[in-house]
């Protein structure tokens, strides 16, 4: 199971999705795949790219 070392800083529009940027931070995610218009409009948070489901699929194929 992961923890939430650090809490992320991030002008996200809807502040119940911190926890999900702070998990990211925390465990160096690469991605977050998401459907959440909010997270999705970061397009990235540090090193996390943050995706659709058919984003991420079609880089999956390549």
Known sequence: ???I???AQSEI???KDLYLLSLA???NADYIVSGDADL???KQHKQT???RLIEFR???EN
Request: charged share 45%; aromatic share 4%.
């Open 1 to 3: 199971m992961a923890k």
């Open 13 to 15: 529009r809807d502040p």
């Open 49 to 51: 790219k943050l995706l």
């Open 5 to 7: 070392e650090r809490q």
């Open 58 to 60: 079609k880089f999956l």
């Open 40 to 42: 999705l409009d970061l």
């Open 25 to 27: 931070e925390s465990i």
